[in-house]
């Protein structure tokens, strides 16, 4: 189980880190990386839906999602 879930993150190292959102860079999405201001941060964690204490470590958040946190 851990082996597969290392090989997914090896295999799609650049996918959207957002609740429900499958975008990747292989399908021409612009990823970003969180913001390293920390209340701007938590917004966008919040607004990911993975819960408070989720933390996104190195992932990204392609351009759609991010434009929905932009929005809050
Ligand atoms: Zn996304």
Known sequence: MIFRIL???FTMPSSCSA???FNTSAQGYALV???HD???KRKWIAAVGRGKN???G???LCEVSSNV???L
């Open 19 to 21: 609740y429900n959102c």
């Open 7 to 9: 090989q997914v993150a």
């Open 33 to 35: 990386r969180y913001p």
């Open 38 to 40: 920390e209340t701007l």
């Open 69 to 71: 946190q932009y929005a």
């Open 54 to 56: 989720w933390s996104p």
């Open 58 to 60: 190195c992932q990204r």
